[in-house]
């Protein structure tokens, strides 16, 4: 196996926007897919049968009004649930200041130190589930619930190869 000997210097503060889009991953698009297909489907299946068995001629119609309108119910509360994450977020970051410290994190082949104004800590890469980059931030998962935001802009486009090789060696990725 190779080893990989860089190591990565970062130093920022994050945006609110930053700290919100990092919360927002949380809620996975495929499992909330299948249960809001399953969601619908039940619904409407439900509906047209009890039409159908109280002998309506219209059942076949009413099951596609029953179809549209909890896929309409289900996309409004997909919705819904995302903007009141951020807003929970957005007040989040705004009642706790540590969020809005200045962070520096080192990250070598033996693990990750992190120094913000609060403390100081070195966890081993052991301590990291997994890892996601998305299109303006990197996470680093301990938990499901507990993670490390870092914004891609600190990261300069030669070295953001170099670093996903470092967390590919060290940490899981996840899909």
Not at 48 to 63: G, M, T, V
Not at 73 to 82: G, K, P
Not at 106 to 133: M, P, R
Not at 144 to 155: E, F, T, W
Request: glycine share 4%.
């Amino acid at each position: 196996m190779n080893t990989v000997t860089n190591e990565f210097t970062f130093s920022f503060t994050l945006t609110k926007e930053e700290y919100a889009k990092g919360v927002l991953p949380s809620l996975r698009p495929a499992g909330y897919l299948f249960f809001g297909i399953a969601f619908t489907l039940a619904l409407s299946i439900q509906g047209a049968l009890d039409d159908y068995y109280i002998d309506s001629p219209q059942w076949p119609l009413k099951f596609i009004i029953y179809l549209a309108s909890s896929a309409a119910a289900y996309i409004i509360m997909l919705f819904a649930i995302r903007w009141l994450i951020k807003v929970s977020s957005y007040r989040s970051y705004k009642k706790y200041k540590v969020h809005s410290y200045p962070i520096t994190y080192i990250f070598s082949d033996k693990g990750a130190v992190t120094n913000h104004k609060v403390g100081c800590q070195n966890l081993a890469w052991q301590a990291y589930e997994k890892y996601l980059f998305t299109d303006e931030l990197c996470l680093l998962f301990i938990s499901n619930s507990s993670r490390y935001i870092i914004p891609l802009r600190v990261i300069h486009d030669d070295d953001l190869k170099a670093f996903k090789q470092l967390l590919s060696h060290h940490i899981p990725v996840t899909s």
